[in-house]
């Protein structure tokens, strides 16, 4: 990775996030409808913590950890629809495990992908 390579890749990763949440991908993927705005600058904050936490640790260990954190994510977060759905929403729990399951698939999904487009970015010659 660049030293300089996420900080220029994570405003587009983000902003192309923003628009799949726009565009109602999150909804499609299993989100609340009404919640996946919150979901979506919740995730957003936290991955840019994680991007900011593993700068100096590229490899490709961290990314396979990083899209492996992901889609566990993902799998909580269907999990936790599925049961509270299943509950008429009477289990809260479940469906918090629902929301920050979400939250947690996009702010790895930020960080996996502003990893990966960072390892591919050339780096200066001095």
Do not use: C, D, Q
């Not at 991955?47 to 990314?63: F, N, R």
């Not at 954190?69 to 799998?75: I, M, V």
């Not at 049961?83 to 929301?99: D, H, L, M, T």
């Amino acid at each position: 990775m660049t030293r300089y390579a996420p900080f220029l890749t994570a405003p587009t990763i983000a902003a192309l996030l923003f628009v799949a949440h726009l565009s109602g991908l999150w909804t499609l993927l299993g989100s609340h409808p009404f919640w996946s705005a919150s979901a979506t600058y919740l995730g957003l904050a936290a991955g840019l913590v994680v991007v900011v936490l593993i700068w100096g640790k590229p490899g490709w260990g961290v990314l396979i950890l990083l899209f492996l954190l992901t889609a566990l994510a993902f799998y909580a977060s269907t999990k936790g629809k599925e049961v509270f759905v299943g509950s008429y929403a009477e289990n809260s729990f479940a469906g918090r495990i629902w929301y920050f399951g979400f939250i947690g698939f996009i702010a790895g999904l930020f960080a996996s992908l502003v990893g990966l487009v960072s390892a591919f970015l050339p780096t200066p010659r001095s």
